[in-house]
């Protein structure tokens, strides 16, 4: 594997196997068990875009592994970008410097046109409205660690699924496996056709529907990422869909028992800070496997 630019490349669901086999034994381990398999490893973080849970799970993950870490967490604004250096000079520079780029940048493609131009391994963490693959990895991971399979399940993907990366990744990974999907949005937000087609393709059975109330009682996983601001034309138009939808506790008066509650993080108004404490919120400990698989995949490209 020599970049990580798109769940895409994930067709071998026996690489996916062996990455979580290796995350699930990380996580298993001490601190002081780690390997060192990044030892002399320079890992660059250039992120263009603010983060905290993408950055800083690469950078400890490195860390952990025996490597070193050189860091922008907001270069669009405080590297040369600043005077009008391309992205694809930045690249070919920080190839001096670094062993891998982990890369986070707004405009949509800016990872596959990184990986282009650079000798050294690029991540993607992220590129626009685009791909997210690792959190898409990462949150395949969680479910199959709460729920054993995915085969079967009815999996809720709930809100801002036009603009969402993380939830485009996962709904392209999910086409390695059998389960029902409820895209639940605005019609305005719902998940763009590419995806669509890609369920149909891959023979998943999926439904549209801009409300949960006859769905609510019967998912097993609800994913429920912010409605992204940013990606908004205009601030009136983000306030007219930011509450749209919310797990709060009322709603989980309605929702299954061993159902799971999902985000990516960060989260603004969908989930309520009452339900942090019930078991089937998830979403922290899913942040934490973050760190797991992301070592386990920095491991993968330079093993």
Same mark, same amino acid.
């Given at each position: ?5 798109? /769940?895409?490349?994930?067709? =071998? ?5 062996? &990455? ?8 298993? #381990? ?11 490893? /320079? ?29 922008? *967490? ?52 992220? %590129?626009?409205?685009? %791909? ?16 054993? %399979?995915?085969?079967?399940?009815? &999996?809720? #993907? ?13 709904? *392209? ?7 029902? &999907? ?34 609510? =009682? ?11 601001? *940013?990606?908004? =034309? ?15 506790? *009322? ?13 990516? #993080?960060? $989260? ?25 698989? $992301? ?9």
């Amino acid at each position: 594997m020599k970049h990580v630019i798109s /769940v895409r490349q994930f067709e =071998d669901k026996k690489f996916i196997e062996d &990455i979580f086999a290796e995350a699930a034994r990380l996580k298993g #381990l001490s601190p002081s068990e780690y390997p060192k398999s990044l030892q002399n490893k /320079v890992v660059a973080t250039l992120f263009y875009e603010p983060s905290t849970r993408t950055r800083l799970s690469f950078e400890t993950a490195t860390l952990k592994l025996g490597g070193q870490v050189i860091s922008t *967490e907001n270069a669009g604004e405080t590297s040369s970008n600043v005077k009008g250096e391309t992205l694809e000079d930045t690249i070919r520079t920080i190839n001096g410097y670094a062993d891998a780029i982990v890369l986070r940048h707004p405009a949509l493609g800016s990872a596959e046109l990184a990986a282009r131009y650079s000798a050294v391994p690029i991540v993607n963490a992220g %590129d626009g409205g685009g %791909d997210h693959p690792t959190q898409a990895l990462l949150d395949l991971f969680t479910i199959l660690e709460c729920k054993k %399979d995915v085969n079967d399940l009815k &999996i809720g #993907l709930v809100g801002d699924l036009m603009n969402g990366r993380a939830i485009h990744s996962l709904a *392209e990974l999910l086409g390695l496996y059998k389960p029902e &999907i409820y895209c639940i949005a605005p019609p305005s937000l719902q998940l763009p056709a590419n995806y669509l087609d890609g369920f149909r393709k891959n023979a998943i059975d999926f439904k549209q529907l801009d409300t949960w109330e006859s769905v609510i =009682d019967e998912l097993d996983v609800i994913y429920i990422p912010r409605v992204q601001k *940013e990606r908004f =034309d205009s601030l009136e138009e983000y306030e007219k869909f930011r509450d749209s939808f919310i797990v709060n506790a *009322e709603a989980m008066k309605r929702i299954k028992k061993d159902a799971i509650i999902m985000s990516p #993080l960060p $989260r603004v108004t969908e989930i309520a800070p009452e339900i942090d404490n019930d078991p089937r919120a998830v979403y922290f400990e899913q942040a934490r496997n973050g760190l797991y698989v $992301r070592m386990a995949l920095l491991q993968a490209l330079f093993v």
